[in-house]
């Protein structure tokens, strides 16, 4: 026999090329959070606030198991769905949400159960006001957390209505047709409900390489090509910081065309990145990135007002 030997043709995440969505892995999301925050809480100068938020996850695990056992109303008919898919929109319409009994539970629930002696002064006389608060108060911070608009003076509440939020858009997420979702116009956008991603993820499954941008609200992931902007898509000014000696696990994309960043974790440096966890755990890269003039594509649910 005379040629060359003929090998299958073999390219790096072309087992994932159709992979653009990866819905919220449920029930685990929440208890492999957790894990991860008490792992990266150790000699950490933000240790006891990466412990508080494990435990705040630990709260978020139990009211997803609950959330999966109740029948909620869809964000949208099948009508509004297509519709959506044909426009390029988000498929979850989140204007049509409308604060529910269990929204109210959740966010009673976090601020009842949690060692609040742990957090600074000021959040636990907001976990306080909270436990206090009246139902119509509770839907007027879930509906300003879900549709963007929460004020300045409102950030400390909306820490704990994201917490209370997620496991029930994780819930919405999850039940949504993934041969439907597709990329958005504005691709650094989830395309199941339209918010931003908390960070960015190359992985190393059988998608090696690729990114995933994990969403703030629902907690999706979806594909994003890489070098190129998830603000305004440029291409050319794109560049990389990180701390020096940090061995290259946690990375701020920056874009000189727009003058912002976002934040890039590398599954292939370690295994048990979590995008939330890690990126709370990097937040000093943040600050240096920051003091350079560079601004954040938008803030992680758990640090808003920082």
């Known amino acids: 026999m005379s040629g060359k030997p003929q090998f299958p043709e073999l390219s790096i995440g072309k087992a994932a ?78 204007s049509s949400w409308r604060p529910s009994e269990f929204y109210r539970r959740a966010i009673r629930r976090i601020v009842n159960e949690l060692p609040l002696a742990a957090l600074p002064e000021e959040s636990q006389i907001t976990a306080e006001r909270l436990a206090a608060a009246s139902d119509e108060q509770l839907n ?74 994990t969403c703030s609200l629902c907690c999706s992931s979806w594909n994003h090509v890489r070098l190129n902007c998830i603000v305004c898509g440029d291409e050319k000014k794109i560049a990389y910081q990180e701390i020096e000696g940090a061995e290259g696990a946690a990375k701020a994309e920056i874009c000189d065309a727009c003058g912002s960043y976002s934040k890039l974790l590398y599954a292939a440096k370690d295994m048990g990145v979590e995008p939330f966890a890690d990126d709370l755990a990097s937040f000093g890269l943040d600050v240096l990135v920051s003091e350079a003039g560079w601004k954040r594509h938008a803030p992680n649910p758990f640090l808003q007002g920082h």
């Not at 894990?35 to 933000?46: F, G, Y």
């Not at 029930?168 to 395309?191: N, S, W, Y």
């Open 140 to 213: 007027a911070l879930g509906i300003a957390v879900v549709t963007r608009t929460v004020s300045s003076g409102a950030a400390g509440e909306a820490v704990f209505a994201v917490a209370a939020l997620q496991p029930e858009f994780a819930g919405h997420a999850v039940r949504l047709d993934q041969a439907m979702l597709k990329p958005l116009e504005a691709a650094g956008l989830c395309p199941a409900c339209g918010s931003p991603p908390v960070a960015g993820v190359v992985v190393a499954d059988q998608a090696y390489g690729r990114r995933y941008l």
């Open 17 to 94: 090329a159709d992979e653009f969505f990866r819905p919220p892995q449920l029930p685990n999301l929440f208890q492999k959070r957790a894990e991860r925050l008490r792992q990266l809480s150790a000699d950490h100068p933000l240790s006891a606030f990466l412990a508080f938020l494990a435990l705040l996850a630990d709260v978020q695990a139990s009211l997803a198991a609950e959330q999966e056992t109740q029948k909620t109303s869809p964000l949208g008919s099948p009508e509004s769905m297509n519709s959506a898919a044909a426009h390029s929109m988000p498929l979850l319409d989140l």
